[in-house]
């Protein structure tokens, strides 16, 4: 029995969970800095994009990025945008948001860095 064999490669599977397990969480915080960005900045890129649509074009665009809330009374409508109005967040806020996502990707990149290095060092 080689017991060092079976302690690398017991430590090589947990760091290799832990890659993957580091992976996942960098792409979860990767999408939600992708959805809070577009939320913020989103408007502003599509009146640019808008701007050299033909009005058609801009109103089938618009129904997907901005789709009908449930209802379709108009009422019931401004009653639902109205309702999400106080729930945006604020510029601070989101730049808050941004920030802290930057560092927990970040933060995760170097656990996998620190991960990889690991499982090169069971090779050598």
């Known amino acids: 029995m080689d017991r060092e064999a079976i302690a ?9 969970e832990a890659l993957d397990d580091e992976r996942g969480r960098e792409a979860a915080l990767v999408e939600r800095l992708e959805d809070i960005v577009a939320e913020a900045d989103g408007p502003t890129v599509d009146e ?5 649509l033909d009005p058609e074009d801009v109103a089938l665009v618009r ?20 309702a999400f109005d106080d729930e945006a967040p604020e510029e601070d806020e989101t ?5 802290r996502l930057q560092a927990e990707i970040g933060d995760s990149r170097r656990r996998q860095l620190a991960y990889g290095r690991y499982l090169d060092a069971l090779d050598a």
């Open 48 to 52: 640019r994009a808008f701007e050299r």
């Open 8 to 16: 690398r490669g017991q430590r090589r599977r947990q760091v290799e």
């Open 63 to 82: 129904a997907v990025l901005q789709p009908a809330p449930f209802d379709e009374d108009e009422d019931d409508a401004d009653d639902f945008a109205l």
């Open 95 to 99: 730049d808050s948001e941004i920030a």
